[in-house]
């Protein structure tokens, strides 16, 4: 089941971050976006526990992909997919067209994936992740 992120899936989110991210985003920064008012998560809830999310921003007529991350015992069921399609669907309510987001070059499995939900690759930026250090690919879905 696809819902909004609420305070009480933090625990469960940040250690998605810690099995998904070489550089994770804290307890308190998840918790920081979650009230900012700006970041916007939906959650897969699985058993009770998020079991995956995204993490999106509508800033000036467009949307920005931050994060996306699902268990690793889950993946391959289809669900980072699902959860895109809940994100596009919101930001199509919302008016939004164009989407963006940044991926690790080396990471195919997601740029597969952002490939099949209509995102093209647009540009690089050299040496942008850390730890590893490693090129972002600069993805758009464009439908103004």
């Not at 164009?98 to 647009?122: H, M, P, W």
Request: glycine share 8%; net charge negative; charged share 25%.
């Amino acid at each position: 089941m696809i819902r909004w992120m609420r305070k009480d899936d933090l625990d469960a989110v940040t250690e998605l971050e810690q099995l998904s991210f070489s550089v994770p985003w804290s307890y308190e920064s998840l918790e920081q976006g979650l009230s900012n008012g700006l970041d916007l998560y939906l959650v897969w809830e699985e058993n009770g526990i998020a079991a995956g999310y995204i993490n999106f921003r509508i800033l000036t007529g467009e949307g920005e992909i931050e994060r996306v991350a699902v268990h690793p015992l889950l993946r391959g069921r289809g669900l980072g997919r699902k959860l895109m399609e809940a994100m596009a669907e919101y930001t199509s309510s919302q008016g939004i067209t164009d989407l963006t987001l940044e991926v690790r070059a080396g990471n195919q499995t997601a740029i597969n994936l952002y490939e099949s939900c209509g995102f093209v690759k647009e540009a690089v930026r050299k040496d942008y992740y850390t730890d590893p250090k490693e090129d972002a690919v600069i993805m758009w879905r464009r439908f103004a």
